[in-house]
């Protein structure tokens, strides 16, 4: 089975740093798209960065220019980096894996955009 962990939420305080992680079993990382989202108290799902095989990485404007996605092949890990952060970052912070490329909308997991997702982190900034 495919699972998707993600670790490393919690509460800071507004201008702070988080890093999260997502651990996958099951699957690699290196060989499809994975992909940080979020859903907040607006109850939509908000794309913020994706990582390709290849490295190659892509960013929303949400949270644009304060977040860096990585990823550890050896660990099958992916990160998401985030500093200055603000209240309105308050939000479940969810990865995801894999593409089907239906459409996006609604709260997450968004089932038809990636088919693995994990069980989201939280974050609170205050």
């Known amino acids: 089975d495919v699972q998707l962990v993600e670790s490393g939420g919690g509460s800071v305080q507004a201008g702070g740093s988080l890093r999260v992680a997502c651990t996958g079993s099951?699957?690699?990382?290196?060989?499809?798209?994975s992909a940080w989202y979020r859903q907040g108290a607006r109850g939509v799902c908000e794309w913020l960065a994706t990582?390709?095989?290849?490295?190659?990485?892509d960013y929303g404007d949400y949270m644009k220019g304060r977040i860096t996605i990585s990823r550890n092949n050896a660990e099958n890990t992916v990160y998401l980096q985030m500093s200055a952060l603000k209240p309105e970052d308050t939000a479940l912070y969810y990865c995801?894996?894999?593409?089907?490329?239906?459409?996006?909308?609604?709260?997450?997991?968004?089932?038809?955009?990636?088919?693995?997702w994990g069980q989201g982190t939280q974050v609170t900034v205050s």
């Open positions: 099951g699957l690699r990382f290196d060989v499809a798209d």
């Open positions: 995801a894996s894999g593409f089907r490329g239906g459409e996006a909308g609604g709260g997450c997991p968004m089932w038809g955009v990636h088919p693995y």
């Open positions: 990582i390709s095989p290849h490295g190659t990485t």
